[in-house]
């Protein structure tokens, strides 16, 4: 199965706000862990989105080659996100019981969040691209199908009450696409509770730091993007989905750090971020906790 967007060079979509990139700009080219890759800054929502065409199959072999692909690595990563996990479902539980209420988890990966959330009463579900992965979590008793997108989920036609998206969408080929999905998997008063990447301003600054020097400058690109497909500032990401519908009920930096043991600058970025949101209202950090709903 593979999903693909149209071809310019690459995308004639932005992926991550959906409009047409005729007045895109190039940004940068550089050398990541996708190899050599052209970045464009659209010109609507001012992301920055890798110019190529996707495939699923393409997506599935990058990941398997990535570490969060590897099952040692993968478990590794369940116990170091953990701090996440439980803070990201704190801040859920004050808006939902979780007693007898469905869970879905876009991008499960091996499972740890959906053991978590188990753990606090939900009934969870999973969907991740890596086959291992999915084995992972079946072989260790949860409910989860290799798919690559929302709308392919199969193993219940039902809505949910919950969907969860950790560290996850900035892989998608056409986010309002499959925020869309999630909406209609929601129950009508059902959530979404997303943490989302915000590195962009972290981008802005690495692309003017190449024109100065262009070794500083693309190592701090490759900071800012990872091998993500696309980088969004967090005020378009709000706005896109209240255009999909949604009600945004929490925008925030807290719960967003993964570990106790996430690097001191990162804290430290989260921390200065924390205190810009409460005495100006500026949320500058590298993540941030989105919970949203789904009007009833």
């Known amino acids: 199965m593979s999903v693909a967007t149209p071809s ?14 005729e007045d895109a700009s190039p940004a940068w080219e550089f050398h990541n862990v996708r190899g050599q890759t052209e970045w464009q800054r659209c010109g609507r929502c001012h992301s920055y989105f890798m110019d190529d065409q996707y495939t699923l ?10 570490s969060y692909g590897d099952t040692v690595i993968g478990e590794k990563l369940n116990e170091y996100k953990r701090k996440m996990y439980h803070a990201v479902l704190d801040q859920l539980t004050c808006h939902i019981n979780p007693q007898g209420k469905t869970l879905l988890d876009v991008g499960c990966s091996y499972g740890g969040f959906m053991q978590t959330a188990q753990q606090y009463g939900f009934t969870v579900s999973g969907l991740d691209i890596v086959p291992q992965a999915i084995d992972h979590c079946r072989s260790n008793g949860l409910n989860a199908q290799c798919c690559g997108q929302v709308g392919d989920f199969s193993l219940t036609s039902e809505p949910f009450d919950v969907i969860s998206v950790l560290d996850m969408h900035m892989y998608w080929p056409n ?10 998997r929601l129950k009508p008063g059902g959530l979404v509770v997303m943490r989302v990447v915000s590195k962009s301003w972290l981008a802005t600054v690495g692309c003017a730091l190449q024109k ?16 993500h497909r696309f980088s ?11 255009n999909t519908g949604f009600e945004i009920l929490v925008a925030t930096s807290s719960g967003a750090v993964h570990s106790e043991h996430t690097s001191f600058l990162v804290r430290m970025s989260f921390a200065m971020g924390t205190a810009l949101q409460k005495t100006l209202g500026i949320l500058l950090t590298p993540g ?5 709903r789904r009007p009833a």
């Open 57 to 66: 199959e393409d997506e599935v072999e990058h990941a398997e080659h990535m």
């Open 175 to 184: 986010q309002p696409e499959e925020l869309s999905s999630i909406f209609d």
């Open 288 to 292: 941030a906790v989105v919970i949203a």
């Open 212 to 227: 100065v020097s262009a070794s500083q400058g693309q190592k701090v690109l490759r900071r800012a993007v990872n091998d």
């Open 232 to 242: 969004m500032p967090l005020p378009s990401f709000l706005a896109l989905m209240k």
């Open 8 to 21: 310019r060079s690459g995308a004639t979509r932005c992926p991550a706000c959906g409009c047409s990139t």
